[in-house]
């Protein structure tokens, strides 16, 4: 989908503090872009992803997280996402249907087609016309951010279901080269934002 682009990213990596820091550059360059999230984004989708990451809920049962993912994504996209491409608005999202492919699919182990076919319902067309992958392992990850956020349901989860996450990632990527970005997220915050504005610089997103 045109003008629609996420980002995507391990735990840790420092991915929504780096699209806040985009946002603030469009910002100050009066250029109007939306900026959201998943899960979440709107209020209902917001409400959504308090059960998901809620950390007392960990009998949840690995499908039904998968499920509300997608309620989520489809409320998100009803609210935001659609109205604001159809005022020809450029649209950059912090995660969508990539972190459900790796995160249940494969970090699950749900299986990457039986998500992907529940995400066919939950967002038919809108798909990211790119995605930027900030790349650093979980290991390097958890290790700069000082470990796992415990009251994060997902990010408590263990090293190994991270492992297997990061994995996915690379996996989607050496699938789809031509969708994905990847960016080399080991160095400073600030040049970690340079490469991310040189790609969408490049892409035709940002002037």
């Known amino acids: 989908m045109r003008n629609f682009v996420t980002i995507e990213g391990c735990e840790g990596v420092g991915k929504t503090y780096q699209t806040k820091l985009l946002k603030q ?11 959201t999230r998943e899960p979440g984004g709107s209020d209902i989708a917001e409400q959504i992803r308090r059960i998901i990451l809620d950390a ?37 999202c912090d995660r969508y249907v990539d972190s459900s492919y ?11 087609d039986k998500i992907v076919r529940l995400n066919e319902i939950a967002v038919g067309e809108y798909m990211p016309e790119f995605t930027i992958f900030l790349d650093l392992s979980p290991e390097n990850a958890f290790k700069r951010k000082g470990g796992a956020d415990q009251s994060d ?55």
């Open 153 to 207: 349901r997902i990010e408590a989860v263990g090293y190994d279901f991270h492992l297997k996450v990061y994995n996915g990632y690379k996996r989607l990527i050496a699938e789809n080269p031509d969708r994905f970005e990847v960016i080399d997220a080991s160095g400073t915050k600030e040049q970690t934002q340079a490469k991310l504005r040189e790609v969408l610089v490049r892409r035709g997103v940002l002037k």
């Open 56 to 92: 007392d809920n960990k009998d949840m049962d690995d499908l039904c997280e998968a499920f509300l993912y997608a309620a989520s994504r489809i409320q998100h996209l009803k609210d935001i996402v659609k109205p604001a491409l159809a005022q020809g608005k450029t649209v950059i």
């Open 25 to 35: 550059y469009c910002l100050e360059k009066g250029l109007d872009v939306v900026f």
């Open 102 to 112: 790796v995160y249940q699919g494969l970090g699950r182990g749900l299986g990457l």
